[in-house]
């Protein structure tokens, strides 16, 4: 089973996928929401803390997480996110879970054949590529179930 997450320091998409015979089938997928007007540290906690219910549910065997960028307008918003991703990455290693990262390119490009393509070019290909009824919402859903296919094709390919 593949885990993909989209950090956010108010909204963290998740997205569980199950891969066999080179398809993949959702599990589950949702958003951790926490509180704007908490602190740093509480909002972190409440990002880990979700993720070891989920871990601890669900057998994982890889959690895919999106690669830093180095061209934030604002180098604050990169030390921020690493704070998430930080976090994110300690619930995995709790589990002994591996994490895989992607650059968003990277992501695009498996998921729609184009790196720059956009979010709701995204949910469109998520939507018909897990044949779902209606488009995952938020973006962040979609984000993260396109990191779980994204490594679902790599392995694919590893393996043919």
């Known amino acids: 089973m593949l885990l993909g997450v989209d950090p956010g320091l108010v909204v963290t998409g998740y997205g569980l ?52 960028y180095s061209k934030y ?38 998921i729609t054949g184009v790196g720059r393509a956009s979010k709701f070019q995204i949910q469109r290909m998520i939507q018909k590529l897990l044949d779902l009824s209606s488009l995952p919402e938020p973006s962040d859903v979609a984000d993260a179930l396109a990191l779980t296919i994204a490594h679902a094709h790599t392995i694919e390919k590893k393996v043919h």
């Open 73 to 110: 307008t604002s180098p604050k918003t990169a030390i921020l996110m690493g704070h998430a991703r930080g976090v994110i990455c300690l619930a995995a290693a709790n589990w002994g879970v591996p994490v895989i990262g992607y650059t968003a390119t990277q992501v695009k490009s498996a």
């Open 17 to 68: 996928i199950n891969l066999a015979d080179g398809r993949c089938s959702l599990i589950e997928a949702g958003v951790i929401r926490v509180k704007r007007e908490e602190d740093l540290p509480m909002r972190l906690k409440g990002i880990y803390d979700r993720l070891q219910e989920i871990l601890e549910i669900h057998p994982v065997d890889f959690l895919i997480i999106e690669d830093l």
